[in-house]
């Protein structure tokens, strides 16, 4: 499993958070038994804190885990600690996509739905460029050439020999229609689009709305994400991009009603190889 100080985090708050509440300790009672507070405590419960190792073992012992699950939540804790590929950017992107970040590399697999836009994801350079440009204007040069340097980091999951990202995507045609960045650009986007489908079969899998399909709930709605994670003790997350807001979900309600959007939204696209047909043939249409 590809590592992620973010997931190394989150996985081992959870499993403190478990615990504690299984002992019906209060995190006021299990700070105060440490020496610390119980923002302490939640702040190392929800990942968006560090504790050291011996602050670890105390904890620990407060809430009766046995030397094996102490080790456990050691190794954790080191691969919390660890930098991140993405950290060198911290500076221009908000805590919250920070975090997203962490948690898309350390996911086993992403289900997505992209509404009027190819996947952040399978984007080439130069599309993503005209995004930035389209979308901020004023942004120079400089950093918007940085922000797609992380995009193009992002993907590399997808090319992963030993632990590739599985990558299940709903885009609407209207998406392959769009001339982002112009004729050019959106050859070249779609070009990509095709190989990425063809290298990667088992991994890769992009599906299209077409135009004919009816009505289904993503219709209108946002882009979003669905991560999963190798690990039984973790979670689905949601990823959720607008045109002015993100948001990081983790409740379970709101988790399944975007699993069922993604679920019915599959069911109104084509299959792999209608979709990879219907890429190709608007891709002819540009020439």
């Known amino acids: 499993m590809t590592s992620s100080p973010s997931v190394a985090g989150w996985e081992l708050g959870l499993r403190l958070r478990e615990r504690r509440e299984l002992m019906d300790v209060t995190a006021a009672s299990a700070g105060k038994a440490i020496d610390t507070s119980q923002s302490y ?3 190392v419960e929800s990942g968006k804190l560090k504790i050291n190792a011996s602050k670890l073992a105390e904890l620990a012992a407060v809430l009766d885990f046995d030397a ?3 080790e456990e939540l050691q190794e954790l804790r080191e691969a919390a600690g660890k930098r991140a ?7 221009m992107f908000s805590a919250e996509v920070l975090r997203y970040f962490g948690f898309e590399a350390g996911a086993e697999s992403i289900r997505a739905y992209s509404a009027g836009m190819i996947t952040s994801l399978l984007q080439t350079e130069d599309y993503a460029m005209a995004i930035m440009n389209g979308g901020a204007p004023s942004i120079r040069l400089a950093e918007a050439n940085r922000r797609v340097e992380v995009r193009m980091k992002r993907q590399q999951r997808l090319d992963d020999p030993d632990d590739p990202l599985k990558l299940t995507t709903v885009i609407t045609e209207s998406a392959l229609r769009q001339m982002v960045g112009g004729p050019t650009v959106m050859a070249a986007q779609l070009d990509h689009l095709a190989a990425k489908i063809d290298q990667h079969p088992d991994t890769i899998d992009v599906r299209v709305v077409p135009f004919s399909a009816d009505y289904h709930n993503a219709i209108g709605g946002s882009t979003f994400y669905l991560l999963g994670f190798a690990s039984s003790r973790l979670p689905e997350l949601v990823w959720q991009e607008t045109v002015s807001t993100t948001d990081l979900i983790d409740q379970p309600m709101r988790i399944r009603e975007y699993s069922l959007a993604h679920s019915q939204a599959m069911d109104h696209a084509l299959d792999r190889t209608g979709s990879l047909g219907l890429i190709e043939r608007i891709r002819k249409e540009i020439e």
């Open 41 to 43: 405590i939640s702040g």
């Open 85 to 91: 590929w993405w950290s060198p950017y911290s500076a």
């Open 68 to 70: 094996t699950e102490l």
